[in-house]
């Protein structure tokens, strides 16, 4: 497993823009898909984003389409996401993971490394 820390979020403005970042421990991060998950309070942890291996195909939640985009720098193990036109709907913990036989990327199961959450919270 890749040891997994989150940063950035915080408080933004509705419409604001910002930028959460994932760095990952370990030699294998490049064998590992990658994906955002979060959760509001009250409601279950849910898909955001995911990204493969080479950070060539990436996959959304249709509510963040055309506002998220995540990436990822292999060389120093860390993945992006960039979220911007934010609402407070998006207000949540935010969550790294990372999978090493990850199927579609959406669900949870397919991740065996998780981070410890970075919170965002978006004002109206």
């Known amino acids: 497993q890749v040891q997994l820390v989150e940063s950035g979020g915080g408080l933004v403005q509705a419409g604001g823009s910002t930028r959460l970042s994932c760095a990952a421990s370990g030699e294998m991060f490049m064998l590992y898909a990658m994906g955002w998950f979060r959760q509001a309070p009250g409601k279950e942890r849910e898909f955001v984003a995911t990204i493969n291996r080479s950070g060539d195909d990436t996959d959304y939640e249709d509510s963040v389409k055309g506002r998220f985009t995540i990436s990822r720098d292999n060389a120093k193990k860390t993945v992006y996401l960039q979220m911007a036109s934010l609402r407070p709907e998006d207000t949540a913990v935010y969550y790294c993971?990372?999978?090493?036989?990850?199927?579609?990327?959406?669900?949870?199961?397919?991740?065996?490394?998780w981070g410890q959450g970075t919170q965002v919270t978006v004002s109206s």
């Open positions: 993971a990372g999978g090493l036989l990850v199927r579609s990327g959406r669900a949870s199961e397919d991740y065996d490394s």
